[in-house]
C-alpha cells in the first residue's frame, strides 16, 4: 500500500509564498482505514469497562478485598453484557462503566468456566447492543478488530488479522474449547471479555487469552460456542454437563493391543481412580481399567469424554469399552449431573 502524505501538494498562493493545507480526512483515510473506524464506529458504544471486587487471602489469614479489571460488552437492551468467566469468577462485587461515563453495579447472571463466558446484568436505560456475526464463516487473513480496556486505558482500539482457525484452548476449568479463533490482534490485561468484531461491526468472539511473551498470539472464544451456552447461562445460570466419577489420563496403547481389540484409535483413557460412590465405582469400574469407547465412539483422549458428556446425557447409561487385563468388556455407567 502506497504511503499517503499528511499535506497536499496543491498550495495556497499568497504573494511570493505557497503554503500548504492539509487534505480533507476523507482523502487520508484508505479502505483499510475505513473498515476500522465503521467498525469501531458500530461496537464502540457497547463496549464497557469491568472492575471487580474478589476476596483475597491476606497475610496472617487476613481476609483482604483484592480488584481486577477487565471488558464486556451489551448484547442485550435490557441490560445483559457478555464477558470472560475468568474476569467474575469469585466476584463479591462487579462494577461497570459504560462508553459515556456511567456507572452501574452489576449482578452476574451465570457463568461457564468451560467457555470462560460469563453474562452479567445491569439496570440502566438507551444501551445499544452489538450485533453477532458467524464465526463459523471466517476465513484465515481475514481483518478483525477489537475492542477493550487493557490496563484500564478504555476503549482501546487494535486491529489484525485470523491467523488461523479451529484451534484448541485449555480452559481454566481443565477442559478444551474447540474451534478458538487466533488472531494478531494485539491484547493486554483488561481486554479480557472484550468483543472481536469484523469489518462490518459483526461481534464473532470474545476475547480470552495471550500467550505470556508471545508476539501476535491472542485468542477468542467463537460466538458460535457463546451462543450455544447462552440459554443453559440466562435460564439456570451455569451449563449443566454429564459426570462420571473418575480421574484418568491418557496413554498410548501398543499396537499389538490395538490389532488383537481391532481399535480404530492409538490411545485411551486409563483410570487412576474412581471417586467413592460415584456412578463409576457403583458401576464396576475399578483403578487400571482402560476406557476405549463411550456407547460404540472411540476414545482416545479425556477430551473426548468430556465432548461426550453432555447435557443431554445426564440421566442415561453410557456404555464403557473397557480394556481390563487381556480382555476387554462392556460397562454400563449412569452418567449423573456434574455440581
Do not use: W
Request: aromatic fraction near 4%; hydrophobic fraction near 40%; glycine fraction near 12%.
Amino acid at each position: 500500500m502506497a504511503a499517503r502524505t499528511l499535506l497536499s501538494m496543491r498550495s495556497v498562493q499568497s504573494g511570493s509564498m505557497s503554503v500548504p493545507f492539509p487534505v480533507s480526512d476523507d482523502k487520508l483515510l484508505d479502505d483499510y482505514s475505513r473498515a476500522v473506524t465503521r467498525a469501531v464506529d458500530a461496537v464502540a458504544p457497547s463496549v464497557v469497562s469491568i472492575e471487580v471486587s474478589k476476596k483475597d487471602a491476606g497475610r496472617r489469614g487476613r481476609s483482604d478485598q483484592a480488584t481486577a479489571g477487565g471488558s464486556g460488552f451489551v448484547f442485550a437492551s435490557d441490560g445483559l453484557i457478555l464477558t470472560n468467566s475468568h474476569v467474575v469468577e469469585g466476584s463479591t462485587k462487579v462494577q461497570v462503566a459504560l462508553p459515556d461515563g456511567r456507572e452501574c453495579v452489576a449482578d452476574v447472571v451465570g457463568q461457564d468456566p468451560d467457555t470462560d463466558v460469563a453474562v452479567v446484568r445491569i439496570t440502566a436505560p438507551d444501551l445499544v447492543p452489538v450485533a453477532f456475526g458467524d464465526s463459523r464463516t471466517l476465513r484465515a487473513g481475514q481483518l478483525v478488530i477489537a475492542i477493550g480496556n487493557p490496563y484500564g486505558f478504555h476503549h482501546t482500539v487494535t486491529a489484525g488479522v485470523v491467523s488461523a482457525l479451529g484451534r484448541s484452548l485449555r480452559s481454566r476449568s481443565g477442559r478444551l474449547i474447540d474451534q478458538v479463533i487466533q488472531t494478531d490482534a494485539a491484547l493486554n490485561p483488561g481486554n479480557s471479555g472484550g468483543p472481536l468484531v469484523t469489518s462490518d461491526g459483526a461481534v464473532v468472539g470474545v476475547n480470552t487469552a495471550i500467550i505470556a511473551g508471545g508476539q501476535g498470539l491472542s485468542f477468542a472464544v467463537p460466538i458460535s460456542a457463546v451462543v450455544a451456552v447462552l440459554p443453559a447461562l440466562l435460564r439456570d445460570g451455569r451449563v449443566r454437563r454429564g459426570y462420571l466419577g473418575i480421574a484418568g489420563q491418557n496413554v498410548p496403547l501398543l499396537r499389538r493391543v490395538t490389532r488383537f481389540h481391532r481399535l480404530v484409535q492409538a490411545s485411551g483413557v486409563l483410570v487412576i481412580s474412581v471417586e467413592p460412590d460415584g456412578p463409576a465405582v457403583t458401576a464396576g469400574l475399578r483403578d487400571g481399567d482402560l476406557i476405549v469407547s463411550f456407547d460404540g465412539v472411540p476414545v482416545e483422549n479425556l477430551d473426548d469424554l468430556h465432548r461426550l458428556l453432555t447435557e443431554a446425557r445426564i440421566g442415561t447409561t453410557a456404555t464403557l469399552g473397557v480394556l481390563r487385563g487381556p480382555g476387554r468388556q462392556d460397562i454400563d455407567v449412569p452418567v449423573r449431573e456434574r455440581v
